[in-house]
Each structure stands twice: as structure tokens, then as C-alpha cells.
């Protein structure tokens, strides 16, 4: 077993009480850690933002490195929101020089990478479900804004740590052999009692999806400023090309993944102990080598968790002893979407529509594919409250897979394309060629054809759309003289 020094830091309206048990854990479990450290900072204060954690999380870091009461490389476990302090703490000290980050393995346990819908309720929702009632009048909005699905916040870190801006030539990785190895693990199992049931939706944790866990992600620009009718296409690149561990686990809820011995539900003694096991395979991964393997390994335990969803004597297994069965639902696999939309100039575009379909299915007889698309499959639409020009678009991929493309008829392409529309700025300015049909071109953003996918499963896209902006011709004439 190794001997290092072990940094956990928790989430939003939490504290480190939360993580005694898993401290408590690593000691029995004979990983020999000199220190165990225990963060505890600010999120429930409005002024405070994950940035500030941050800065102050590197002052105090310096100061116990400096006096020898950290060692270094140390390694980090933390969960929902600590996620998102880590991710800044690292970006924002050691982005360009990160073989002297003092980090070395970051286990995130249900890390809200990619926000978590409770954070954009009301604050006297979020204060009942989550603390009770006595936290409706600071529920620290500047976290939540971070925290909120699709918020500028989270585009603005990607481009950081994961992908590289459009226009950037700066491909510095930070998650690297020399660097900093992340491991994701989450859980796919509801809230099962109490009100916090209220907050459940299905290919998440109660409080995060897996999707916004999940730290592998992409990005894409669709430019329809040059031809309305085949827009340009620019992926963005990736500044760490492999695939960062994720393990889903079937049992696990947003509350019981920080205690490896601690369940919600009644589960099998074998599956009691996988959530420990994987932290400790985490902690104890020696080797880039290594990491890639557990990679591949944590690979098949997500596939297998998905399994579920048609393997009812599976279910019946594992949660036979819990009374209720989960619905096959919970374990089907989802996409996100984050989209921000612009005009050729660079303006935030606000009000738009996206339209999802099969090939020219909006334009033929048969809508039923498009119509159970929009229906069952894209199961949640959040514009951002902050900037309305960002969304995020949640879709259950396996009913696309299963059910969707059954929809289309055998002489298209099993295909899922999206076009969009805006309402004009005013009465001088239009988008597109065509005030009234909005875009006539579309793009292809996955196929039953896995060669032709760009959405993946378990994971969080980011797709720029640029849209022309044209002025009618009364915004400038020219009049001969004479």
C-alpha cells in the first residue's frame, strides 16, 4: 500500500464531517497515508465563488507544503462541487508549468463537472430539499450560477483543463503522465426515500447525471455564417486524447458515494464493496500504464451498469433485498448537450429554436420520428438564467438507439440531424436568407452507425452555432446623384 499524504475536500452545503467514514475507511483498509487532511470551505455564503475557494485553497496548500506538514505529491478526493475547486485550483496555478502542481491522482466522486439541474431552482426549494428550512435566504448564488447547467462558468473551465478554444494554439495538458491522473466515479441509483425523491430524474444520482460527471468531453463549431446549406465544421481539439477513467455504479446515490461502507439501499455484499475497491485502485495506480487500464476496466463496470435496463433478473439480484425494483429507466445512458448560439459578429443570440429529426424528416409526411425525438428522447431543456444564448440539452441515448431509429423508415439514414431558427433582433436585422424558415441547412450529430457518431454516451458536448446576421436592404441604399 502506498504512503501518501490524502487532501479530501467536499461539496456544496457540505463539510468534511461528511467524509469521516471515508477517512475512517482508508485507515482500515490499510492504505498508510501519514496525513489525512480534511477541507472545509464556504459555498452556502453569496459572494463566494469557486474561484475564490480556490485562491484561498492554494494559499493554504503553500503554507503546509512550506512547513513540511503536506507532502508532496499528494493526492485528492473529492466530491459534487469539489470538483469544480479542484479543476479551477489546478488550472489556475499550475496550467502552464503543471509538473509542479503538487497533485498527483484526483479521485472525484460525483463531481458536478458539467452542473447539476438543482442548481437553477429557487431558493427556497433548494433550502427545503437540501438543508431544510433553514437556509432560504443564502444558499451561495455565485456557486450555483457556477453550478448551473449550461453556465458560462463550466465553457470557460473546459477550454482550461480539456479542450483547446477555437483560434488557440495553446494545447497544454494538465491531465497527463506528468501531471495530474483524474479517476470519475458516480453512481446511477435515485434518492430512494425522503423528499429529496421530488429532485430524481433517471441517468443520474439525485443531484448529478452522469453525463455531467463524466470528465471526458468534446467540442464542435457549426458555422452557418459562410452557407446557410453546409455550414463549416470545426471540432475543437482535446488537449488529452485518452479516455479518463469512469466508473458508473448501479447502487450508488449522490449522498452514499462518499461513504464506501455506507448504503441507501440493500445491495449484496460484493456490491457493497465495489465503491471501495475503486478508490482504492485509484489511489493505488502507480503508472500511466496503469492508468490506462483502469480506464478500459472501469469502461466495462459503466456498460455493465447500463445492462440493467434490460436485464430485469439483473435488477432482481442486486436490489431484490430493497422490497422495490428500480425502473429499467434509471439505468438507460444519456447524453448532454451544451449549446451557445452567436451571430457572425460575435453577439449573443437569445431566443432560437432547435429542431431534431431524422433525414429531411421535418420536411416529409412522416413526423413520428422527429415527434418521439422531441417527446421522449430529449427529455430536458434548460436555458441558462444568466445568458439565454446558453443550453443544455439532456438526451436519453438509449432510447434513441432503441427506439428512435426504429422510427425511420428503412430507405433514410438512421440518422439524428439538428437545424435552428432565431427570432430576429428587430425589424432592420434577420438571421439566415429566409426570415421565415430559419436555417435550411443541418447537421448530422449521430447515426446508428457507430463509424458516424459525434455524440457519446456518458457524456457532456459543447457545440458553438454561429448564425448569420443580415440587414435588410433599407439599412443602407445608395441613390445616384443627378
Same mark, same amino acid.
Given at each position: /500500500?502506498?504512503?501518501?499524504?490524502?487532501?479530501?475536500?467536499?461539496?456544496?452545503?457540505?463539510?468534511?464531517?461528511?467524509?469521516?467514514?471515508?477517512?475512517?475507511?482508508?485507515?482500515?483498509?490499510?492504505?498508510?497515508?501519514?496525513?489525512?487532511? @480534511?477541507?472545509?470551505?464556504?459555498? /452556502?455564503?453569496?459572494?463566494?465563488?469557486?474561484?475564490?475557494?480556490?485562491?484561498?485553497?492554494?494559499?493554504?496548500?503553500?503554507?503546509?507544503?512550506?512547513?513540511?506538514?503536506?507532502?508532496?505529491?499528494?493526492?485528492?478526493?473529492?466530491?459534487?462541487?469539489?470538483?469544480?475547486?479542484?479543476?479551477?485550483?489546478?488550472?489556475?496555478?499550475?496550467?502552464?508549468?503543471?509538473?509542479?502542481?503538487?497533485?498527483?491522482?484526483?479521485? /472525484? @466522486?460525483?463531481?458536478?463537472?458539467?452542473?447539476?439541474?438543482?442548481?437553477?431552482?429557487? *431558493?427556497?426549494?433548494?433550502?427545503?430539499?437540501?438543508?431544510?428550512?433553514?437556509?432560504?435566504?443564502?444558499?451561495?448564488?455565485?456557486?450555483?450560477?457556477?453550478?448551473?447547467?449550461?453556465?458560462?462558468?463550466?465553457?470557460?473551465?473546459?477550454?482550461?483543463? @480539456?479542450?483547446?478554444?477555437?483560434?488557440?494554439?495553446?494545447?497544454?495538458?494538465?491531465?497527463?503522465?506528468?501531471?495530474?491522473?483524474?479517476?470519475?466515479?458516480?453512481?446511477?441509483?435515485?434518492?430512494?426515500?425522503?423528499?429529496?425523491?421530488?429532485?430524481?430524474?433517471?441517468?443520474?444520482?439525485?443531484?448529478?447525471?452522469?453525463?455531467?460527471?463524466?470528465?471526458?468531453?468534446?467540442?464542435?463549431?457549426?458555422?452557418?455564417?459562410?452557407?446557410?446549406?453546409?455550414?463549416?465544421?470545426?471540432?475543437?481539439?482535446?488537449?488529452?486524447?485518452?479516455?479518463?477513467?469512469?466508473?458508473?455504479?448501479?447502487?450508488?446515490?449522490?449522498?452514499?458515494?462518499?461513504?464506501?461502507?455506507?448504503?441507501?439501499?440493500?445491495?449484496?455484499?460484493?456490491?457493497?464493496? %465495489?465503491?471501495?475497491?475503486?478508490?482504492?485502485?485509484?489511489?493505488?495506480?502507480?503508472?500511466?500504464?496503469?492508468?490506462?487500464?483502469?480506464?478500459?476496466?472501469?469502461?466495462?463496470?459503466?456498460?455493465?451498469?447500463?445492462?440493467?435496463?434490460?436485464?430485469?433478473?439483473?435488477?432482481?439480484? @442486486?436490489?431484490?433485498?430493497?422490497?422495490?425494483?428500480?425502473?429499467?429507466?434509471?439505468?438507460?445512458?444519456?447524453?448532454?448537450?451544451?449549446?451557445?448560439?452567436?451571430?457572425?459578429?460575435?453577439?449573443?443570440?437569445?431566443?432560437?429554436?432547435?429542431?431534431?429529426?431524422?433525414?429531411?424528416?421535418?420536411?416529409?409526411?412522416?413526423?413520428?420520428?422527429?415527434?418521439?425525438?422531441?417527446?421522449?428522447?430529449?427529455?430536458?431543456?434548460?436555458?441558462?438564467?444568466?445568458?439565454?444564448?446558453?443550453?443544455?440539452?439532456?438526451?436519453?441515448?438509449?432510447?434513441?438507439?432503441?427506439?428512435?431509429?426504429?422510427?425511420?423508415?428503412?430507405?433514410?439514414?438512421?440518422?439524428?440531424?439538428?437545424?435552428?431558427?432565431?427570432?430576429?433582433?428587430?425589424?432592420?436585422?434577420?438571421?439566415?436568407?429566409?426570415?421565415?424558415?430559419?436555417?435550411?441547412?443541418?447537421?448530422?450529430?449521430?447515426?446508428?452507425? %457507430?463509424?458516424?457518431?459525434?455524440? *457519446?454516451?456518458?457524456?457532456?458536448?459543447?457545440?458553438?452555432?454561429?448564425?448569420?446576421?443580415?440587414?435588410?436592404?433599407?439599412?443602407?441604399?445608395?441613390?445616384?446623384?443627378?
Amino acid at each position: /500500500m502506498a504512503d501518501r499524504d490524502v487532501v479530501i475536500v467536499h461539496g456544496w452545503s457540505d463539510t468534511s464531517d461528511s467524509f469521516k467514514p471515508l477517512a475512517n475507511f482508508l485507515e482500515k483498509s490499510g492504505f498508510k497515508t501519514t496525513l489525512l487532511w @480534511l477541507g472545509d470551505y464556504i459555498s /452556502m455564503d453569496d459572494d463566494v465563488k469557486v474561484a475564490d475557494v480556490a485562491k484561498r485553497m492554494q494559499s493554504l496548500i503553500k503554507e503546509k507544503l512550506a512547513k513540511e506538514e503536506l507532502r508532496k505529491p499528494f493526492d485528492m478526493i473529492v466530491h459534487s462541487t469539489g470538483g469544480l475547486v479542484a479543476r479551477e485550483w489546478i488550472t489556475a496555478n499550475y496550467q502552464g508549468n503543471i509538473s509542479d502542481c503538487p497533485l498527483r491522482r484526483l479521485i /472525484m @466522486l460525483a463531481p458536478a463537472n458539467y452542473g447539476a439541474k438543482l442548481a437553477s431552482m429557487g *431558493q427556497s426549494f433548494i433550502g427545503r430539499i437540501v438543508k431544510g428550512w433553514k437556509n432560504w435566504f443564502h444558499t451561495g448564488k455565485e456557486m450555483l450560477a457556477s453550478l448551473e447547467l449550461a453556465s458560462p462558468y463550466q465553457w470557460q473551465l473546459s477550454q482550461k483543463d @480539456l479542450l483547446v478554444p477555437e483560434g488557440h494554439t495553446d494545447e497544454r495538458m494538465v491531465y497527463c503522465d506528468g501531471g495530474v491522473w483524474p479517476f470519475v466515479i458516480t453512481g446511477t441509483h435515485p434518492y430512494p426515500s425522503t423528499i429529496r425523491q421530488i429532485i430524481n430524474e433517471n441517468g443520474a444520482d439525485g443531484t448529478v447525471r452522469v453525463a455531467a460527471a463524466n470528465l471526458n468531453t468534446k467540442g464542435i463549431t457549426i458555422d452557418f455564417s459562410s452557407n446557410e446549406k453546409n455550414p463549416d465544421i470545426r471540432p475543437w481539439k482535446q488537449r488529452y486524447s485518452g479516455n479518463i477513467p469512469l466508473a458508473v455504479l448501479p447502487d450508488r446515490s449522490h449522498s452514499s458515494i462518499v461513504d464506501p461502507l455506507g448504503f441507501d439501499v440493500k445491495v449484496p455484499d460484493n456490491a457493497r464493496e %465495489k465503491l471501495g475497491e475503486l478508490i482504492l485502485d485509484a489511489l493505488n495506480c502507480n503508472s500511466f500504464n496503469e492508468y490506462s487500464e483502469i480506464s478500459k476496466s472501469w469502461q466495462a463496470i459503466s456498460e455493465g451498469t447500463a445492462k440493467l435496463a434490460n436485464d430485469e433478473a439483473g435488477r432482481e439480484s @442486486l436490489f431484490g433485498k430493497a422490497g422495490k425494483l428500480p425502473d429499467a429507466e434509471v439505468f438507460h445512458q444519456y447524453m448532454q448537450i451544451n449549446v451557445y448560439v452567436v451571430d457572425d459578429h460575435g453577439a449573443d443570440v437569445t431566443d432560437y429554436v432547435l429542431e431534431f429529426s431524422g433525414p429531411d424528416m421535418y420536411r416529409s409526411e412522416n413526423e413520428e420520428p422527429t415527434v418521439y425525438f422531441h417527446r421522449e428522447v430529449l427529455e430536458h431543456v434548460h436555458t441558462n438564467t444568466k445568458n439565454s444564448a446558453y443550453r443544455c440539452l439532456f438526451v436519453d441515448r438509449t432510447d434513441l438507439i432503441n427506439e428512435f431509429y426504429k422510427r425511420i423508415g428503412d430507405q433514410f439514414n438512421k440518422v439524428l440531424t439538428m437545424s435552428i431558427s432565431a427570432t430576429p433582433p428587430g425589424d432592420n436585422i434577420h438571421y439566415f436568407s429566409s426570415v421565415e424558415e430559419g436555417a435550411d441547412g443541418e447537421y448530422t450529430l449521430h447515426s446508428k452507425d %457507430k463509424g458516424q457518431r459525434w455524440l *457519446q454516451r456518458n457524456t457532456t458536448h459543447f457545440v458553438k452555432i454561429i448564425i448569420p446576421r443580415i440587414p435588410n436592404d433599407g439599412v443602407f441604399t445608395l441613390i445616384k446623384f443627378g
